[in-house]
């Protein structure tokens, strides 16, 4: 019978890690993540598994390299500053083909900003986790639920494609608690990886995990192909959640803490009478185009809400290309938007004062 228990958003999602797998965490303590390493440290030696705080946040990814290469489930977390520390690790990982699950609590900036929420790092998890042509599979939780199954999805598509995958939290979700259903343990998964640089033993070709080509026509050939690959994910695994947005006239676009904003928003509005609807991106890379793009056939506007000054706006304007307005709410400096100042906005736009 499932489990159910009451879990703080960080703990839930490192349990979820330890129960789909993954036996191996580096990291580095900083908040509001620091729980997810200090789970893993109390949970992973009495399983034979392996917690090791490094040194700092580069030496924790390049240590998920070594592991990932070896073919195991590998994973590190971290809040902003420290992804940025990161991402050099991030770049070769993407370049190594290497599967691993990177975990970024977010707070606020930049530089150490402040400890509250933020989804200011979007353009980083999507747009440049680090130097280079790559992407890295970025999935955004709005409950400690969804943070939970989450974490086994990103696991399996990071094997499946061979790259690294994130999830996108903040402060809010990994510091809030809530009731969760865990999954079932996994005690050795199921996952062949004839690539894997653990041992051949003359049984099989000499595997080398690289990630550096002097010949600038095989660097080329290798991203290429591995740009066909991301063309086959942008087909096949866009998720988000449509609430409501069936007769919507206005479509709201939110993800993780902000779309919980939102959905009550969306519930208010349909009481007061306006057709209000939502778009919840589970996906952020890829991001789910195919989504908006149906409402946009619909819908007369869009509203982007976000705790930032503006990031997935950009990618909303560019799937609707200018067919409809699209309409933009932030707060930054770790500020969550309140439900009254997004139904403001909301009205203000509907009532044609935008």
């Known amino acids: 019978m499932a489990e159910k228990v009451l879990m703080k958003g960080n703990e839930a999602l ?32 009495k399983i034979g598994g392996t917690f090791l705080q490094a040194e700092s946040e580069i030496a924790a990814i390049n240590m998920v390299l070594g592991a990932a290469s070896a073919g195991v489930r590998a994973m590190t977390s971290s809040s902003s500053p420290g992804i940025s520390l990161k991402s050099e690790g991030i770049s070769y990982l993407a370049g190594c083909d ?38 890295i599979l970025v999935f955004a939780p709005s409950t400690v639920q969804e943070a939970v199954d989450l974490v086994s999805l990103a696991f399996d598509l990071a094997d499946k494609y061979r790259m690294p995958a994130m999830i996108f939290s903040d402060g809010m979700l990994g510091q ?46 290798t991203v290429d192909k591995r740009f066909e690959r991301y063309a086959v994910i942008k087909k096949e695994e866009q998720r988000a959640e449509e609430y409501m947005t069936e007769d919507a006239e206005l479509v709201l676009v939110a993800y993780g803490a902000s779309s919980r904003i939102c959905r ?27 989504y908006i793009d149906k409402a946009a056939s619909t819908a007369k506007a869009f509203l982007t809400v ?13 799937v609707v290309n200018g067919r409809k307005p699209v309409y933009f709410k932030g707060r930054t400096g770790g500020i969550i938007p309140t439900p009254d100042e997004v139904l403001t906005e909301v009205k203000a736009i509907l009532g044609g004062a935008k």
């Open 14 to 45: 490192a349990e979820a890690a330890i129960r789909t797998g993954c036996r191996h965490f580096f990291g580095y303590p900083i908040t509001p993540q620091t729980e997810v390493a200090a789970y893993m440290a109390k949970k992973l030696p």
């Open 98 to 135: 290497l599967p691993a699950l990177i975990v970024n609590v977010q707070r606020g900036g930049p530089g150490l900003g402040g400890i509250q929420p933020s989804q200011a790092d979007y353009w980083q998890a999507t747009k440049a986790t680090g130097h280079g042509d790559f992407h």
């Open 176 to 221: 809030m608690m809530e009731p969760v259903v865990l999954p079932d343990k996994i005690e050795n998964p199921p996952i062949e990886k004839p690539w894997a640089t653990d041992g051949h033993k003359n049984k099989r070709v000499h595997n080398i995990t690289n990630s550096l080509f002097l010949d600038p026509n095989k660097l080329e050939y």
């Open 264 to 290: 009550s928003v969306v519930n208010t509005a349909r009481q007061e009478g306006l057709k209000v609807g939502m778009i919840r991106p589970i996906t952020l890379w890829p991001f789910p185009e195919k």
């Open 306 to 318: 976000e705790m930032s000054m503006g990031q997935m706006v950009e990618d909303v304007r560019l």
